[in-house]
């Protein structure tokens, strides 16, 4: 080999290491290969019934993908937005509740950890999917002993998106701001009064929460007490109405939990309506407007009794109400005939063990979702009740809830893995998580890297004194065992400020003297500091000299040794 050939080769090895060009470059984001990250590897599966499961194995066998089945499967992707998906892991138990604004810019999430995520897709990038904050909706108090519950509800107001109705497992809904801070709580009722309609608000656990359609300032919530109370946000000390359910089901006593409710309002316009579900298997309506002395409709067994019916939504004309049961059937009805279903099929049931499983109409009512134990999500055609589309969202575990949102034109789902899902379509989505996926990576730099970095709030070395070190999890973790407002939650322990080396300077012991009164008795001891002004109380006594003069002496009787040893011993009583 000759030397020119050596020199070649060498710098190819080495042009390998260095930059093509010099001087500030302009990163450019590849837009097309993160979203091809970011697509799912099973789009749709198809639906198979149980007597056809050996014949549909022996078909994935011997079949092969045609150019058919793909233009298929390509119309199925433009027609739903399932084809990718961004994931969002904020959370440590299973997610119950999802709602986005009404411009899809801010999703919050409850789960059974007891906490709300705020997520803001404005902020997040492909790399950084994260909760821009976490509140505890039932931390209130700066308390060693507080409670917490899991949420069972988050909604949106859809007129007025700066509020944000949060239902829990307690008697008391809130009312809280979009950033998380707390605005209002409900009043909770007196538990003591046997009739419901002189409480001032629930008396027992809430199940579900909803806003009025377009009124902004009423929202209605159901509970186990047998009531749906409607509330006006400006006035939490009692609610506006309460609808009392009065169950006909032998061995009630007249009562029923209401386990979930839907709040529709025409869209030609129209009365808005009620619609409750009841754990004795009934569904009953009432006109919005009132009165509620009476039901409008009623269904005595609508679902099985003694089953959770956690799904129910009112169609966006208003005619069509359609129930998910505890008993492993969905039912449609309609409104103007509110006494047989439509439609009835079965499809397992995962109330029993998550009450918050919700089913719900596609924004232009066209189409129905709901979700499955084993992590599918269901697109049903309403008019037959069949799957359009069966895509698996997270095989393995239930899919609780999930919803179309309509500006976005995209599908959000949480569930049992504490996994939340936002299903969208690159050629028929806008905003949300397409704008996410679309977005520069975040390039990781050495200060995110708390191990390698020195954390400046205890000193330029971190060897400040009463600080933790940079590393450690106090440092990383500044917010746990702390409320929402910063104040410790155990009421034994102060608040105690950083201190840094800055703020270490102790004012001099002249300047203390000088200018501070009474500083020179901090060195000094009590007791010889008052005795010194004994003899000159005794001589000059200040409070008592108008009595000196005619104040006796006083005299103390003098006792003997042998007094002072043995006292007098009691004389015994006789018979």
């Not at 039932?138 to 944000?164: I, L």
Request: glycine fraction near 8%; hydrophobic fraction near 30%; aromatic fraction near 6%.
């Amino acid at each position: 080999m000759s030397d020119s050939e050596f020199e070649i080769e060498a710098q190819d090895g080495l042009g390998a290491f260095l930059p093509a060009s010099f001087g500030k470059q302009d990163r450019v984001a590849n837009t097309s290969e993160q979203i091809n990250l970011s697509k799912r590897k099973v789009i749709a599966e198809k639906p198979v019934e149980s007597g056809d499961e050996d014949d549909a194995k022996k078909e994935d066998m011997d079949s092969d993908d045609s150019d058919d089945s793909d233009d298929d499967d390509s119309d199925d992707e433009e027609e739903f937005p399932v084809s990718h998906e961004m994931v969002i892991k904020t959370h440590d138990s299973s997610v119950n509740a999802i709602s986005l604004d009404n411009a899809g810019s801010r999703l919050i999430s409850g789960s059974n950890d007891c906490t709300l995520k705020l997520h803001d897709f404005s902020s997040m990038t492909p790399t950084t999917v994260r909760a821009f904050r976490s509140v505890d909706p039932t931390a209130t108090k700066g308390s060693a002993n507080v409670e917490t519950h899991p949420v069972r509800q988050v909604q949106f107001n859809p007129s007025s998106p700066s509020q944000v109705l949060v239902v829990t497992a307690l008697p008391q809904a809130k009312i809280m701001s979009r950033d998380g801070e707390i605005l209002s709580t409900f009043v909770k009722g007196d538990m003591y009064l046997r009739d419901m309609h002189n409480t001032k608000g629930h008396i027992s656990e809430i199940t579900m929460g909803l806003w009025h359609p377009t009124n902004r300032n009423l929202c209605v919530t159901s509970g186990t007490d047998s009531t749906l109370r409607i509330w006006d946000v400006n006035n939490p000390r009692s609610q506006r109405d309460v609808i009392v359910f009065k169950s006909k089901a032998a061995g009630s006593a007249g009562r029923s939990r209401m386990t979930t409710v839907a709040w529709g309002s025409p869209a030609q316009g129209g009365n808005d309506f009620l619609v409750g579900a009841t754990n004795d298997g009934s569904l009953t309506m009432w006109d919005g407007k009132g009165p509620y002395s009476r039901p409008s409709g009623e269904i005595n067994n609508a679902h099985e009794r003694d089953t959770w019916t956690g799904g129910l939504d009112i169609s966006h004309d208003g005619r069509l109400v359609i129930s998910r049961g505890g008993d492993d059937t969905i039912k449609l009805w309609d409104t103007r005939k509110f006494k047989q279903p439509i439609n009835t099929t079965s499809h397992p049931s995962t109330s029993a063990q998550f009450p918050s499983s919700t089913i719900r109409f596609s924004p232009n009512s066209s189409n129905v979702l709901v979700g499955s134990p084993s992590g599918h999500l269901h697109i049903l055609n309403p008019a037959t009740l069949r799957p359009e589309l069966v895509t698996p969202v997270t095989p393995g575990s239930p899919l609780i809830t999930a919803f179309w949102h309509e500006k976005l034109n995209q599908i959000v789902t949480g569930s049992a893995n504490a996994e939340a899902h936002v299903l969208y379509s690159p050629n028929i989505s806008a905003g949300g998580a397409k704008t996410v996926m679309t977005k520069q990576p975040k390039r990781r730099h050495i200060d995110d890297d708390p191990n390698l970095t020195t954390d400046l709030s205890q000193g330029m070395s971190g060897d400040a004194s009463g600080g933790h070190a940079a590393n450690s999890f106090a440092a990383r973790h500044p917010q746990v065992g702390m409320t929402a407002s910063g104040r410790p939650r155990d009421p034994r322990r102060p608040h105690v400020p950083a201190s840094t080396p800055f703020a270490k300077s102790q004012p001099g012991e002249e300047h203390v003297k000088n200018n501070i009164p009474l500083s020179s008795m901090r060195s000094e001891d009590p007791r010889e500091a008052l005795l010194k002004y004994a003899e000159k109380a005794e001589k000059n006594p200040m409070f008592t000299n108008a009595w000196k003069k005619t104040q006796p002496k006083t005299l103390y009787a003098e006792l003997s040794d042998e007094e002072e040893e043995e006292p007098e011993k009691k004389k015994a009583k006789t018979g």
